[in-house]
C-alpha cells in the first residue's frame, strides 16, 4: 500500500461525474491503514500546457482504457484539505462524462491501477448514501453540496 501525502503545491485537477442509475462513480480512498474512509470521482493532475478536457479525457483512458465524451461545461472548485497532518491544495474542473455504450455493463465495481501500482475499486455510489453517518465522505469535501446545488450533476436515471 502507498502512504499518500498531498502535493506541497497547487494542483489543477479534471474529475469525471459518471452516473449510473442514479449513482456516482467514485473510486475508494483508504487511510494509511488501509481503511476506506471516503470515495472520489475519478480523474487525475492537468499537465502543463493541457486543457482540463484533454486531461479529463486522458485520464480515464489511462485509468479505465475507455474514451469518454464530456458532457457540457465544467463546475469549478477550490479545494483546500488536511489528510495525515499535511495541506492539500487543489483547482478541480468537474465535468459530466459519459461512457462507451456498454462499458463495464454489469459490473458492480472497477478495479484499476494508477501509475504508481496502487490498485484502486471504484464502485458505483448513491449520494444519498454519502457524507452521513455511517456511511463513506464524498472528496473532495463540500462536492456533495455542489452537485446538489448544481444543474451541471443531478442524476438521469
Known amino acids: 500500500m502507498t502512504t499518500w501525502r498531498p502535493h506541497p503545491h497547487i494542483r489543477v485537477v479534471a474529475i ?30 492537468i499537465e502543463f ?4 478536457q484533454t486531461a479529463l479525457l486522458r485520464e480515464f483512458n489511462e485509468e479505465l482504457g475507455i474514451v469518454v465524451r464530456i458532457i457540457g461545461g465544467p463546475l469549478v472548485m477550490e479545494n483546500i484539505f488536511v489528510h495525515a497532518g499535511a495541506t492539500g491544495h487543489e ?4 465535468a459530466d462524462v459519459a461512457f462507451p455504450d456498454e462499458a463495464f455493463a454489469g459490473q458492480d465495481r472497477i478495479d484499476f491501477r494508477e501509475d504508481n501500482g496502487e490498485e484502486i475499486v471504484a464502485r458505483w455510489f448513491d449520494l444519498g448514501d454519502l457524507d452521513v453517518e455511517g456511511g463513506p465522505s464524498l472528496y473532495p469535501a463540500g462536492l456533495k453540496e455542489l452537485l446538489l446545488a448544481s444543474e451541471l450533476s443531478l442524476p438521469s436515471s
Do not use: N, Q, T, Y
Open 16 to 45: 469525471g461525474l459518471h452516473w449510473r442509475d442514479g449513482r456516482l462513480l467514485a473510486a475508494e480512498v483508504r487511510d494509511d491503514a488501509g481503511r476506506i474512509k471516503g470515495v472520489r470521482p475519478l480523474g487525475g493532475e
Open 49 to 52: 500546457g493541457e486543457s482540463w
Open 91 to 94: 483547482v478541480m474542473f468537474i
